[in-house]
């Protein structure tokens, strides 16, 4: 395993937390779309990092 910390998985927002206007800037659906965005690209890196380790 690796001593790297990864974020937790974003959660969507409920729905009570979006109007639906789609007018407010950010939506709560773009806050959680760019952090599954990071929290995936994190993840793919640890995984290549641990594929690595496990071929040395």
Same mark, same amino acid.
């Given at each position: 395993? &690796?001593? &790297?910390? !990864? !974020?937790?998985?974003?959660?969507?927002p409920?729905? %009570?937390?979006?109007?639906?206007?789609?007018s407010?800037?950010?939506?709560?659906?773009?806050? #959680? #779309? /760019? /952090?599954?965005?990071?929290?995936?690209?994190?993840?793919? &890196?640890?995984e290549a990092?641990?594929?690595?380790? %496990?071929q %040395?």
């Amino acid at each position: 395993m &690796t001593d &790297t910390v !990864i !974020i937790d998985e974003p959660l969507p927002p409920a729905p %009570s937390e979006c109007c639906g206007g789609g007018s407010c800037d950010p939506c709560v659906w773009d806050v #959680y #779309y /760019q /952090q599954r965005r990071l929290w995936m690209a994190q993840k793919q &890196t640890v995984e290549a990092q641990e594929s690595q380790k %496990s071929q %040395s």
